[in-house]
Nanobody
Framework: QVQLVESGGGSVQAGDSLTLSCAASGRTLGSHAAGWFRQAGGEKREFVAAISRSGGFNYYTESVKARFTISRDNAKNTVHLQMNSLKPEDTAVYYC????????????????????WGQGTRVTVSS
């Protein structure tokens, strides 16, 4: 498994932007599809965004489309989540996840699809 460490969380005002980063170690992230999930207090963890191994395909949950952008840099073993126009309902702990796959252009939105997880980074958005 690849080890994942998230960073970039914090407390912001509604309308602000944040960029989350996920750094991988142990194995090359290039052999993995990646995704971001989030969990608000008392809620189930939910899918946010996913990106294929190639970086050429991505997928977002409806509530973040046009506001969030997932990207990756396989040379640096990192995945990022650019979050713009943040809303109070975006408040959650955000988790990076990776799936070892031979499929280069497939994205995965299911929590059970992923085999490696980071420890999470907290994002708080105040109104």
């Amino acid at each position: 498994q690849v080890q994942l460490v998230e960073s970039g969380g914090g407390s912001v005002q509604a309308g602000d932007s944040l960029t989350l980063s996920c750094a991988a170690s142990g194995r090359t992230l290039g052999s993995h599809a990646a995704g971001w999930f989030r969990q608000a207090g008392g809620e189930k963890r939910e899918f946010v965004a996913a990106i294929s191994r190639s970086g050429g395909f991505n997928y977002y949950t409806e509530s973040v489309k046009a506001r969030f952008t997932i990207s990756r840099d396989n040379a640096k073993n990192t995945v990022h989540l650019q979050m713009n126009s943040l809303k109070p309902e975006d408040t959650a702990v955000y988790y990076c996840a990776a799936k070892d796959t031979y499929r280069v252009h497939t994205v995965y939105a299911g929590e059970s699809d992923y085999d490696s997880w980071g420890q999470g980074t907290r994002v708080t958005v105040s109104s």
